[in-house]
């Protein structure tokens, strides 16, 4: 696993050498700065990128997808009636003012320059990378113009149909790993793959194969040719290939923290949902220790309980120091490394082709493997937390004895695959949502309300950009949580 933290020396650089984001949200803010460095240092961008393309706060992968995804509860938390604005919007809100816009900029200071062709490539990955959560998130969104009001002045740009925004994003894929030359230059300060070029092509490559998946029932023509694609080129072959940031500790208010921790660091009231807690524990999960303890620190498995999912606040069953949280010294620290795309998610993903039988010479037989090597992935690479937290082969070997791959019923075997992907994701929300849209599984509690299919557009286009806004509703559906983007109709 590749865990890369910038040198002190770097971190000191970056805030003095980055195209600067604007705090206001919305396109609005996506504006030059009078503050902000016109021609920022090509050599410490990258890293910038690398970081910040996981949201800067917890506000929306958290507070609201997380407790969705029934892995985090907060009480009095109440998504029956989730609507427009606040928390919901913060995705949106961030990422095109802030990592997106500097990730356009810089494809746009590397491109046509042949020794800077790696590093242009490597832009062209991190913007669909960028891009496909935003429009997982909330349908149709500007893709084909966006970020553009930086270098262009484009303060309206035009709401794209997801359809469209697919098919460039393969496209986009295809043909920036195509390119990617490890003969050339290669690119400076990356702290998540050092410049391999060879991993970068897996990784491009591995979200190729995301996103074929993910329009399955949408388009399965597509989904095969790109799937197939995906796989005779090269995909992430081992935790090595992994990409995954790490951050730096105690800095929630800098670009070196992973904020996501949060809630579970300064509100008491925040904790893990019964669902994820009860499903590690009662099957003998060996990475519950990992996963959850007490706020007292206590790991002990038969200890652990969840908080369950929209509790209102005066229902709270037991004293809130009796329900687990995340541990301070795994997922629950500022340091926190976060796993974007892994080899496990990979295997897990060609179990379920495989089923399926869409990928040439990956055949139903092969499900049991694959989906067995997802596993035994996604427990090794919690090593990322230090050598206490190495699941032992003889426990990966056991667990998996317990819980064989069922090869009778697809149904169950595809509740088994996204049941560890929904584990596997676990603080990654935003993929987490969007593969349980698309899959169904796991089987999720929605007693107390019913599962968003997507998130409402910010309160801030509708007034800003108002005319593009009534355009993709009308392509899309109502503005609201009920209406499912394309992949998900």
């Known amino acids: ?58 506000y929306c992968n958290v507070t609201v997808v997380g407790q969705i995804m029934n892995q985090l509860s907060s009480y009095g938390a109440n998504f029956s009636t989730l609507t427009i604005g606040s928390n919901p919007e913060y995705h949106f809100t961030y990422q095109y003012p802030g990592p997106l816009k500097n990730i356009v900029d810089f494809i746009n200071q590397t491109k046509g320059q042949p020794k800077l062709a790696n590093s242009y490539n490597i832009g062209r990955i991190l913007r669909v990378y960028a891009l496909h959560s935003i429009t997982d998130l ?29 098919a460039d994003m393969f496209n986009e894929l295809q043909d920036a790993a195509a390119k990617l030359d490890a003969t050339q230059p290669l690119p400076a300060n990356d702290i998540v793959y050092k410049g391999n070029i060879t991993s970068w092509k897996r990784f491009a490559y591995s979200l190729m194969l995301r996103l074929a998946l993910r329009i399955r029932k949408a388009d399965p023509t597509n989904s095969a040719k790109w799937a197939n694609l995906a796989y005779t ?63 007292n620190g206590d790991t002990v498995a038969a200890h652990q309980l969840g908080l369950p999912p929209n509790t209102p606040s005066n229902q709270v069953p037991l004293p809130l120091t009796s329900y687990s949280v995340s541990p301070a010294s795994t997922f629950g620290q500022y340091s926190a490394p976060f796993v974007h795309l892994s080899y496990a998610q990979v295997q897990l993903m060609l179990s379920e082709f495989a089923l399926k039988g869409v990928i040439t010479g990956v055949s139903m037989a092969d499900a049991v493997t694959l989906y067995n090597n997802g596993v035994t992935a996604a427990m090794n690479e919690l090593s990322i937390y230090g050598g206490s937290y190495k699941i032992t082969n003889n426990d990966i070997s056991n667990y998996l004895q317990a819980h064989p791959f069922n090869t009778i019923n697809t149904d169950s075997a595809l509740n088994q695959i996204n049941t560890q992907y929904w584990v596997e994701t676990h603080y990654n929300f935003y993929e987490q949502f969007a593969n349980w849209r698309r899959s169904g599984y796991p089987l999720l509690d929605q007693s107390r309300y019913t599962i968003p299919r997507r998130l409402q557009y910010p309160v801030q286009e509708l007034n800003i950009n108002n005319a593009n806004v009534q355009a993709a509703i009308k392509d899309q559906g109502p503005d609201v949580t009920t209406t499912r983007v394309w992949w998900d109709k």
């Not at 650089?13 to 240092?41: E, H, M, R, W, Y």
């Open 1 to 58: 696993m590749k865990q890369h933290i910038l040198s002190k020396l770097l971190l000191i650089a970056l805030p003095a050498v980055l195209t600067l984001a604007s705090c206001s949200k919305g396109f609005q803010g996506i504006n030059t700065s009078p503050d902000a460095v016109s021609t920022p240092t090509l050599a410490y961008v990258l890293p910038d990128l690398e970081l910040t393309i996981l949201d800067y706060t917890y």
């Open 138 to 166: 909330y349908g149709d969104v500007p893709y084909f113009n966006a970020g553009e009001g930086y270098l262009e002045g484009n303060l309206q740009p035009a709401y794209d149909p997801q359809s469209k925004i697919y």
């Open 233 to 295: 080129s090269g995909l992430m072959q081992s935790n090595a290939d992994n990409f995954v940031v790490s951050y730096k500790p105690n800095t929630y208010y800098a670009v070196i923290s992973n904020g996501q921790c949060t809630p579970m660091v300064y509100y008491t009231t925040w904790k893990l949902a019964e669902p994820f807690v009860a499903y590690l524990r009662d099957n003998h999960d060996p990475r519950i220790y990992i996963y959850s303890a007490l706020p």
